[in-house]
């Protein structure tokens, strides 16, 4: 899943960076140093396949916070789960068994969003029309039984810091293309 590397901020579309993962050792890094970079509060739609890692990357991001990863899990059925840490809180939401944006009022999505730091939302497509204009869309695609690339898309002013940070470099496991 290759990508063509655009500057932050630039008019004729969104920034943007892939990198590569080897295996969970790997993707356990970049979300170390992903939780370095993400502002707060920061937006997180996560795409990709079924199996393709989405709930594996928030464990590994709420880790990164000192959230206790064995209590983050696929929040398919609850749809939105809220995590605390000593300084991040950390909403995971999965939006697949949603018809549309319109389902969310009865969720108290918007007052649990404006309680987080961070937002992750597995299958945002199925929402939308309420996804902020500013947020980092994170596609996973799954390259092998273990490895996978991760397309970081900034969309909007405050997560473009995120693909310039991840640009400067990335764990010795990984690479950036």
């Known amino acids: 899943m290759p990508s063509t590397p655009e500057a932050p901020g630039a008019a004729d ?12 050792e790997a993707l356990a890094a970049l979300a ?10 920061a937006f997180i739609a ?27 899990v696929s929040p398919t ?13 950390v909403l995971h939401a999965d939006m697949y068994r949603l018809v549309d944006a319109g389902d969310l009022a009865e969720l108290g999505w918007h007052d649990a969003v404006a309680r987080a730091t ?15 204009a500013d947020r980092l869309d994170i596609a996973i695609g799954i390259d092998s039984p273990t490895a996978r690339s991760l397309t970081f898309t900034a969309r909007g ?13 990335v764990a010795p496991t990984s690479a950036v293309r």
């Open 13 to 24: 579309g969104p920034s943007r960076v892939t990198v590569a993962v080897a295996d969970e």
């Open 32 to 41: 170390v140093r992903l939780a370095t970079a993400l502002p707060r509060p």
């Open 46 to 72: 996560l795409h990709g396949d079924l199996g393709a890692g989405k709930t594996t990357f928030t464990k590994m991001l709420a880790a990164a916070a000192g959230i206790d990863a064995t209590e983050v």
């Open 77 to 89: 059925f609850g749809l939105i789960h809220e995590h605390a840490g000593p300084a991040i809180r």
């Open 118 to 132: 961070w937002t992750l939302v597995e299958w945002p497509e199925r929402i939308a029309a309420a996804l902020p």
């Open 157 to 169: 002013p405050r997560h473009a810091t995120v693909i310039d940070f991840l640009r400067r470099g």
